[in-house]
């Protein structure tokens, strides 16, 4: 990981809303090594916008992208496909493939890299696995699973794609699940390993005291906030 | 792991159509033969049987069977993929859709309808000879010597031809329409149908086109 400059950096994003919220006017936003970062959305569209931006999943009418220092070429989608690669994307809109069972969807991208089928889960994947509950679900297609499931698991999959940053919708919507505690354990060791975490939270004040920093997002604009957020190893 | 992925569209496309091609070319080629072999004093019957089955109504009744069959299923997956973000998912683990999606359907379908062109052909002839058979008493040697004397090679080449424009233009065709649903499900079942109309319009265009080529 390049310990200088920031991770992520999008310069003057601008972005239409299709539907919801203002989409983005302007953001410029630098994510670097050991940040937890709290988008604090006036509008949950928009905060979801800003994620998938961050993911190149959306793509800018203006503005530049860097990853890891380097600018890339946002009309080439094959250019792009390193960096969604090498990002962490949990977020409401993000799925499973449903024609392939959940063991398949975990391996996919080991068994395309790797070009062959014999690939398995490392221990540390089934591990977790095993901790959030889905061990004896792993042969059932996503449609089989309930949506928490499908949220832990796109946190396994996400998680053992060993990202360089990590971005996550709301997740507080999963502070009521009892595998949550696993989940925030996990974050926590890419957090110490200073790898940044950027996450939206609109209710839950105890996201806010998670991070490092957060950044109100009203209007298409970011802002930083009046008071700061406590750091994330402090407050728990 | 792509070739795994041609392999079960080949297998999904080519094998498991093979109950419906078996009986469409039996009773295809079994009802032109027939109708032939009624005229066959005024006309070549072999001659015209091979006109008949290998240039023209083979590949395009196997194309039909494969739009019928197959085009529409790739339509609803490639909208469904769309709309429920399933590409996007291929694209999160850095892997490129055209590699794992499109490019494994493009030759699975295209590869598939060559094969299933050949089945046809090669069935409907043995059910036309059937059918002739019990009006004629027409010995198999005898038919077969007539059938392979007027087959030409321009005849097979043809008909390859079609076979794998065919499988292009169909793949293509389905393939952009499932794309274009975006994130909308109720366009699904519209592009679908869009998808096998323009389909087989293209095919019918392209057969004409081809025949026209070789033939005029």
């Keep these: 990981m390049m310990e200088n400059g920031p991770i992520v950096e999008i310069r003057d994003y601008v972005i239409a809303s299709e539907k919801a919220g203002c989409g983005l006017q302007g953001c410029s936003l630098a994510i670097e090594a050991g940040q937890v970062l709290a988008l604090e959305p006036v509008d949950p569209a928009d905060g979801l916008l800003l994620l998938r931006a961050l993911a190149t999943l959306e793509i800018p009418e203006r503005g530049a992208y860097f990853f890891m220092g380097q600018r890339q070429k946002l009309a080439d989608y094959r250019a792009l496909l390193e960096c ?8 409401r809109d993000a799925a499973l493939i449903s024609n392939l069972s959940l063991r398949e969807n975990l391996l996919l991208m080991r ?27 792993m042969e059932l297609r996503p449609s089989d699973l309930d949506p928490a499931d499908v949220q832990f698991a796109l946190v396994v999959r996400e998680l053992s794609k060993k990202p360089n940053v990590i971005l996550m919708d709301r997740p ?25 975490l950027v996450f ?31 750091p994330l190893l402090q407050g728990n | 792991m792509v070739r795994r992925i041609v392999t079960e569209q080949i297998y999904f496309t080519a094998v498991q159509a093979l109950a419906v091609i078996v009986p469409v070319a039996l009773l295809t080629g079994s009802m032109i033969l027939l109708q032939v072999s009624k005229v066959s004093v005024q006309y070549n019957f072999s001659r015209t049987a091979i006109v008949l089955i290998i240039r023209e109504l083979g590949p395009i009744v196997t194309a039909l069977v494969v739009i019928l069959r197959t085009a529409t299923a790739v339509t609803i997956e490639i909208g469904y993929m769309r709309v429920l973000g399933e590409l996007e998912a291929i694209e999160l683990n850095g892997i490129d859709p055209m590699r794992i999606v499109f490019g494994p359907r493009l030759v699975g379908l295209t590869t598939a309808l060559v094969c299933l ?37 321009t005849d097979l080449i043809v008909g390859l031809i079609k076979a794998v424009s065919f499988g292009l233009v169909i793949t293509s065709t ?15 079942p519209m592009a679908t149908s869009k998808a096998a109309v323009e389909s087989f319009l293209y095919c019918m265009v392209i057969n004409v086109f081809v025949s026209l080529v070789f033939y005029i």
Aim: charged share 30%.
């Design chain 1, 84 to 91: 969604k690669r090498r990002i962490g994307y949990i977020a």
């Design chain 1, 111 to 137: 068994w395309y890299f790797g070009n062959s089928f014999d690939l398995e889960l490392e221990d540390d994947e089934l591990e977790l696995c095993r901790q959030l509950d889905l061990e004896r679900k």
């Design chain 1, 172 to 196: 507080e919507d999963l502070v009521a699940d009892r595998r949550f505690q696993v989940l925030r354990r996990e974050l926590k060791k890419y957090i110490l390993k200073q790898v940044p």
């Design chain 1, 200 to 230: 939206t939270a609109c209710e839950h004040d105890f996201f806010r005291r998670l991070s490092n920093r957060r950044l109100i997002l009203a209007e298409g604009r970011l802002r930083e906030p009046l008071h700061r957020g406590q």
């Design chain 2, 117 to 153: 062109f050949v089945v046809f052909d090669v069935v409907a002839i043995a059910g036309g000879y059937v059918a002739v058979w019990m009006l004629t008493r027409i010995p198999l040697d005898n038919f077969m010597n007539q059938i392979i004397k007027s087959l030409t090679p």
């Design chain 2, 174 to 188: 389905c393939l952009q329409r499932g794309f274009e649903v975006g994130k909308r499900i109720n366009a699904v």
